[in-house]
Structures are given as structure tokens and as C-alpha cells.
């Protein structure tokens, strides 16, 4: 009961902690002024941006949920590199967020489901451009994806808070649609979470990978109550320690700005994530639902890469153009494996599709192996 | 890996590096397998050996054939049979591009990148992934082929605008008797031998030749060999293989290049020359041996399968290794060689063709029946399957050693000819430029 007595303060935290630091770039690093207010109607087939025109600076963008799926929204610049998003915006429910858009192309777009490539609008934006030195490209980097994290740690938060109550409550259908939905928030981040190394082996770890005399805890172990057995009536204090260790994490992983260097690194560890992890099959063993992670990890692997986009763009745009083909190969290959709002299970792919899925990560990596080395150059 | 390679030229006998690669050009040792008929071919053992190169030492990379065809066979083998996986005709030619000038440094004991091992930025992957640092060339081949689906593939598509290209011979072999072949470890789009004297200098080859594909191609399937199954030059012994016989006595060697003309390299008037001449076709048959059995089988059964003397290797009914066999020899009434050994149906007067071979030993563990999975990676180099391999297996289809073998992996590739000089890379004949 406490536990949700909190959960409402932490939240708007979070989403305070996003508007700040969104508000505080604005001023600080672009000087630019906030403008007006673009409303967006989503639902489940449409994504309605009321102007799709606008001056340079800030706009808060109000976004309305009237379909009858969790939607998210992001407004993305070139590459898809995140200029501002909002997850895990509830049927009925309206977010807003400001995002600081100098003059230059857009996409507006809303993820209803949360996944795929979503309805896009273009946004055009005229005005004065901004060039940023480096210097100032490379600090940009890490404060955008501090937003990113902020964004995905607050969805994290609410998506195990219910998959926690699923599981309390007994609700294994509602427990077992929510599992891999609250992962894919986590896969985005897995390198900050993994910072943290005591708190991740307790939230993520997997059976038999404990030290001796620790506890198998965390997702997989709940994960292996409702796929395994089917029964969690024991799981009740798994869950609460769950949704502890998440709450915790999340504070921290706020509070992180990853270096430019870190940043690149990330990237391409969460690529390894994939192929370490999910293309084997071994990170949901019992529920098979890889595909979510493998979706998260990629998603949070092009977030850290797009941080680093106007940078790279000016230093090796050869390399981004390599990168971007090999993201979108992938996300293509990935997308074959699309079910309903969600993916394929794990073990309805055959070898070959395996094959690919791997042969698309391997190169991917590579590609992406090189950022550190152009970011180091700086 | 450089500094290492420069102190290997500095061989006991003194010879300079530069002397040493012309010993190896001219040295053009190989083996000749069961076929071709005596005139031609004739048997080299009593030709006296130039002191030949040392197993660390390098190969030339360029020449009019490929390295690691008529080589002399080293120790040790890594093969792997790549799928492409990318439509971009460009895509796969930079990356041949590529590994050509990894290929061209590695084989000189150098290491895979301009940079190396561990002179490169501190924050990008090295150019070369390191376990060869202090190993010297130690005699490393990597040889090219290209398979039938690179022109065509299994669905008819042509990819890369090369159908028109494939040259005859080039097509998938057919299915023998008894084959028991694994399509997923059959095939290919690409090939690449690697032969070294030590294994870990062919193992760095082929990891880094396969780093440098990604996005263009991923190993379809591989196979290590540990030891050579063909004397490829008159000064070598013969080697045994896992049956623990001698093998391939009676294979030709191939000082002779009237032989080799004949029976192993693409002529100029041949389907598919003007990409291709000064090339060969490559067979790899991964051939099991069921240990077991045959370590439970008497002497007496194991040489009347293949048809020599365990011990000397001498043709059944003679009495020395290079003894003629003799197929009218009768021994007990019967003929001495049985008909249906392995001696008596590959043996070039009997099957009427000939192959190069430069198979391997392996043994890739155990089977979880607690069985060795061990054999012959069997490589064999001709002219044309279609008169080399093909006629040869076919006409071992009675070969009493069948019933202790299983043939597990097959493909055939086009290894074009050798490279002309520091500009020329894989591929060029056939993809242009």
C-alpha cells in the first residue's frame, strides 16, 4: 500500500525531472524562446499534429490519447535521432512534452502499440539554424540522452508497477501481457541499469547465475512462476522487491549523464546484449518473448547512436550513412517477425530466421563498433 | 607480427627472404591423385628435391595460380564456406577488395590491417584481432573459390548480374550412392582454404577475413583439419590417415606441369576461360570415418579394404610403399588386390581420371553416442568435375572401404587464377574492374 501511496509522487518526479532539464537545454545551450502549443490527436490509425509548420524554439506538444492502445509519441529528427518523446501514454489519458526544435526537418510521430516505425508526420521548421561546435555537439549528446533515459525509466516505473500488481493480484494473463511490455523499457537502458551492479543481477538475473546462497530474484524469476508453473502465489514478495529495486534503479539512473565515449559504447553493447542474449534465446527462457528485448535493445542502441548524430554527421558522415542502412536493415529483418501489437515468440522462429536476425545484429555491430573510436578522435 | 616474420626469413641456411620465395615459386610441389594415366604423369618419387621453403616461412601470394593448390600441403587446415548476404554487387566486390589486402598482408606474416594488432586508436577495435602477434607466416595459403549460387541462386535469382558467367562445369555436384550429406553444412556462395603450418596463423586468417565481411557475408559452415592426408612433394612422406594407413601413395606428384595442365588447371579454351583460365575447381567432401568399427576390424579386413599393407603401405602382393600395384597379381587364387578395394578402384589405370588432392584429417569431437566424429576432409582440385571427382566417385560406388565411411558435407567452387601483381584483388576477372 505504500508502495502505491509513492508511486504517484515518483511519477510526476520523473516527468518534472524531463520537462526541467528539456526547459533548461532550451535556454541554456540554443537560447532560444518557448512558443506555442501543438495538440496531437492520436488513436489507434491516426496521429493528428494540429501544425506542421512552426518557428524555430520551443513547443510544448500536448498529446491526446483517444485510441485503445498505450501510444507513444516522439518527435524525431534525421535518422530518427530523438529529439523529444513521451512513452507510455495510456488510452484517455493526455501528456505533454516541449522539445526544442531548430529550424530544419521533422517527424512527428505517434507509436500506437509501441512499436514498429509508427504514423509519421513531417514537421518543418523555419527560422535561424543553430550550428553547434563539436565541442558543444558532444555535451548535447549526453544531455539528450540523459532525456531518453528519463523517458524510458519513467515508463519502466508505471509498466512494473502494474505487471506487479498483475502479479500480486493473481492475474497471470494480465501479468504475462505486462512482462515483456515492462522489459522492453528496461532493454532500452540495459547499460545504465548495468552500471548500477548490485542492483542488476537482483532485477535481471537470470536462474542459476546467482552467487552462492543469493536468491534467484527479479523479472525472471516471476517470469518463471507464470510461464513454468503458473502459480504465484508465493511470488508476492518477489514483486514487491521487484518494484523496489526498479524504483531505486530509476532514481539513479536519472541522476547518470553518460559521456560522449560512454555513450558509444553503450550502443554497441547493447547490440551485444542481442546477440549474446536474445538471438540464443536465453534471456526469457520460460516466456520466449526475446523478440521484446531484442526490439528494446535495439531501439535503445539507435537512441545512444543518434545522440551522437550531429557529431558524427560532421566528422563521418560515411559511417552514419552505414550505420543508418544497417539500422534499417535490421529493423526490417526484425519487423518480419511482427505479432499483433507485439512479436513472434522466440520459439516459433526457425533457424534461418535466427540466421538472419544474427547476420543483420553482426553486421550492425560492426558498423556501430566504430562510433567510440570517431568520438574519441574529438 | 612484421618484426617476427622479418627475423623467420633469417632461415639456418642462410638464404636471403627474397631467395626463398623463389624456391617456393619454382616448387610448385602438389600431389596428383588416383587417376591419370601413367604416361603423362610419371612417378616423380626418384626426382631429387630442391631444398624447399621452411614450414615458417612465407608463400607468394601472386602468381599465375592461386597459393594452396600446388603448394606443398601444410600441416594444417581452417576451410569455411560463406553464404553472401547482401543483393550489392559493390557491397561484395569492396569486400573482396578488402580481404584481398588482408590476404596479401597475411600471408606475408603481417598482420590483417595497415595498422595492426595493437598500434591503432585506443578506442576503436584493432585491425587485427592479435593472436598471431610473434608468429611467423609459417606457410599460410588462403585460396578463393566461388560457388554456383554466387551466379545463380538455389531460387534462380541472379544477384549480382553474374548468371551469364557461370561457366559450365561449375554446378552442384550430384548425389553418390550412400551420401548422407548435411545441406547446412554443404555448398556456399564463397570459399576460403586457409593451410598454414600452424594452426593458429590459419585459424587468425580466416577470423579475420570473416570480421572483415560482416554485412557482406556470415560462415555458412567450416572445418578445421589437423593433419595433411597428401604428400604433396617428393621429400615428404607419405602421410596416414585416421584409418592409420599411408595415403595417397600412388597419387601423382606434380612437379610435372604437362600433368597438372591436363588434369587441374582451366585452359584457355575451356567453358568460362576468360574469367577463369589458370584456375581450378575445387571439391570438399567431409567424409566421416566410423572409427569404431574399423578399430574392431582385423588387420587382415582393413588391408584387403584398402588394398595395401598397414605397415609399409605396399600394394597388396608387393613388397615396398612405391612398388607398382599390380592388378593381375593373383594370391591364393584370388587377385591379390581385391577388386573392390579402395587401392583397386581409385588407382588411375582403373578409374581414368585425375585430381589434385590436399585433404585433412579431423576429428570434431564425439557424436554424444561416445563416438569420435573424426575423418577426411577430403579437397581435391581438377579441371572439370565433371571428368575429375564426379567419374572417380562414382566408380567407388563398390568400394569395400564404403561400409566404414560416410560422406556427411559436399560443394564445389571456381577458384579463379592467381593474382598478377600488388593491384589485382579476388574476383577481378570475374567482376571486372
Not at chain 1, 513547443?59 to 492502445?69: A, E, I, L
Not at chain 2, 595498422?115 to 587485427?128: N, R, S
Not at chain 2, 570459399?191 to 560482416?214: K, T
Request: aromatic share 6%; net charge negative; hydrophobic share 40%.
Amino acid at each position: 500500500m505504500s508502495l502505491r501511496d509513492r508511486r504517484p509522487a515518483l511519477l510526476v518526479a520523473v516527468v518534472l525531472a524531463a520537462l526541467t532539464t528539456a526547459a533548461c537545454a532550451s535556454k541554456d545551450a540554443r537560447g532560444t524562446e518557448a512558443a506555442g502549443t501543438v495538440t496531437v490527436a492520436a488513436t489507434d490509425d491516426a496521429c493528428d499534429v494540429g501544425t506542421t509548420e512552426l518557428p524555430a524554439g520551443t513547443h510544448r506538444f500536448d498529446v491526446t490519447n483517444s485510441g485503445s492502445k498505450v501510444t507513444e509519441f516522439y518527435v524525431y529528427g534525421e535518422g530518427d535521432r530523438v529529439i523529444a518523446e513521451v512513452e507510455n501514454i495510456a488510452p484517455g489519458l493526455s501528456r505533454e512534452l516541449l522539445a526544442e526544435l531548430p529550424a530544419g526537418e521533422y517527424e512527428a510521430v505517434c507509436k500506437p502499440g509501441m512499436v514498429g516505425d509508427g504514423m509519421r508526420r513531417t514537421l518543418t521548421v523555419t527560422g535561424a539554424a543553430i550550428h553547434l561546435s563539436d565541442d558543444e555537439s558532444l555535451a548535447q549528446a549526453g544531455t539528450d540522452y540523459q532525456r531518453y533515459v528519463q523517458s524510458q525509466t519513467g515508463a519502466l516505473l508505471e509498466q512494473t508497477t502494474a505487471f506487479v500488481a498483475a502479479v500480486k493480484a493473481g492475474d497471470i494473463p494480465g501479468a504475462k501481457a505486462l512482462y515483456p511490455v515492462a522489459r522492453t523499457y528496461w532493454e532500452r537502458i540495459e547499460p545504465v541499469a548495468e552500471s548500477f551492479g548490485d542492483l542488476d543481477p537482483i532485477i535481471d538475473g537470470r536462474e542459476g547465475d546467482q552467487e552462492p546462497g543469493q536468491d534467484f530474484t527479479g523479472f525472471h524469476r516471476i517470469e518463471k512462476a507464470l510461464w513454468e508453473t503458473g502459480d504465484v502465489s508465493d511470488m508476492g514478495p518477489y514483486a514487491d522487491q521487484l518494484l523496489t529495486n526498479v524504483e531505486e534503479i530509476v532514481a539513479r539512473s536519472n541522476e547518470v549523464t553518460l559521456e560522449p565515449l560512454q555513450l558509444a559504447n553503450g550502443a554497441k553493447g547493447l547490440l551485444d546484449e542481442i546477440a549474446t542474449g536474445k538471438i540464443t534465446g536465453e534471456e526469457d527462457r520460460y516466456s520466449h518473448t526475446d523478440l521484446w528485448d531484442f526490439a528494446g535493445n535495439l531501439d535503445g542502441s539507435k537512441a545512444a547512436v543518434q545522440a551522437l548524430r550531429p557529431y558524427l554527421e560532421a566528422n563521418d558522415p560515411d559511417l552514419v550513412a552505414e550505420i543508418d542502412a544497417r539500422f534499417a536493415a535490421t529493423e526490417a529483418e526484425l519487423g518480419t517477425h511482427r505479432s499483433g501489437d507485439g512479436w513472434a515468440l522466440y520459439d516459433q522462429l526457425d533457424p534461418a530466421q535466427l540466421r538472419a536476425l544474427s547476420d543483420s545484429i553482426t553486421a550492425l555491430t560492426a558498423s556501430v563498433s566504430k562510433v567510440a573510436a570517431v568520438v574519441a578522435g574529438r | 607480427m612484421s618484426e617476427q616474420q622479418e627475423q623467420g626469413a633469417q632461415r639456418p641456411a642462410g638464404l636471403s627472404r627474397r631467395r626463398l620465395f623463389g624456391l617456393v615459386s619454382a616448387g610448385t610441389a602438389g600431389v596428383l591423385a588416383a587417376g591419370a594415366t601413367g604416361g603423362i604423369i610419371g612417378h616423380a618419387a626418384a626426382q631429387p628435391e630442391a631444398s624447399g621453403p621452411g614450414p615458417d616461412d612465407a608463400v607468394p601470394f601472386t602468381g599465375r595460380h592461386q597459393a594452396g593448390i600446388v603448394t606443398p600441403a601444410q600441416d594444417r587446415l581452417h576451410f569455411v564456406a560463406f553464404d553472401v548476404t547482401t543483393d550489392r554487387r559493390e557491397d561484395l566486390v569492396e569486400m573482396l577488395r578488402a580481404w584481398t589486402g588482408a590476404a596479401r598482408r597475411m600471408t606475408a606474416g603481417r598482420d590483417a590491417g595497415p595498422v595492426g594488432a595493437v598500434d591503432g586508436e585506443q578506442y576503436a577495435p584493432p585491425d587485427d584481432t592479435g593472436e598471431a602477434i610473434g608468429l611467423p607466416a609459417s606457410g599460410l595459403t588462403l585460396t578463393i573459390g566461388f560457388g554456383p549460387t554466387l551466379f545463380t541462386t538455389a531460387g534462380g535469382t541472379d544477384r549480382f548480374g553474374l548468371a551469364g558467367r557461370r561457366p559450365g562445369p561449375l554446378v552442384e555436384l550430384p548425389s553418390f550412392p550412400g551420401d548422407q550429406i548435411d545441406p547446412a553444412r554443404s555448398g556456399g556462395d564463397l570459399c576460403i582454404q586457409a593451410c598454414a603450418n600452424d594452426p593458429q596463423v590459419a585459424v587468425h586468417a580466416v577470423r579475420n577475413l570473416v570480421r572483415l565481411g560482416a554485412g557482406v557475408l556470415s560462415i555458412r559452415w567450416s572445418q578445421l583439419g589437423f593433419g595433411r592426408t597428401s604428400s604433396t612433394s617428393t621429400g615428404q612422406a607419405t602421410p596416414r590417415n585416421l584409418f592409420g594407413f599411408k595415403d595417397g601413395t600412388n597419387n601423382l606428384k606434380a612437379e610435372n606441369d604437362q600433368a597438372l595442365d591436363r588434369f587441374v588447371w582451366v585452359g584457355d579454351g575451356d567453358d568460362g576461360a576468360d574469367w577463369l583460365a589458370g584456375g581450378s575447381y575445387l571439391v570438399t567432401r567431409r567424409i566421416r570415418m566410423l572409427i569404431e568399427p574399423w578399430d574392431t576390424s582385423t588387420l587382415d579386413e582393413q588391408e584387403q579394404t584398402i588394398g595395401r599393407t598397414k605397415g609399409a603401405g605396399a600394394p597388396l602382393g608387393q613388397r615396398t610403399e612405391f612398388d607398382p600395384v599390380d592388378f593381375a597379381k593373383q594370391a591364393d587364387g584370388e587377385p591379390a588386390v581385391p577388386p573392390t578395394s579402395h587401392v583397386f578402384l581409385a588407382n588411375p589405370t582403373n578409374a581414368g581420371t585425375a585430381i589434385l588432392r590436399r585433404g585433412y584429417s579431423f576429428v570434431d569431437g564425439s557424436d554424444g553416442l561416445g563416438r569420435l566424429d573424426a575423418g577426411l576432409f577430403f579437397i581435391a582440385y581438377q579441371r572439370d568435375p565433371a571428368s575429375g571427382f564426379v567419374p572417380l566417385q562414382r566408380n567407388l560406388r563398390r568400394d569395400a572401404m564404403n561400409e566404414y565411411i560416410r560422406h556427411t558435407s559436399s560443394a564445389v567452387f571456381a577458384c579463379p587464377p592467381g593474382l598478377r601483381g600488388d593491384d589485382d584483388w579476388w574476383g577481378r576477372t570475374l567482376f571486372g574492374g
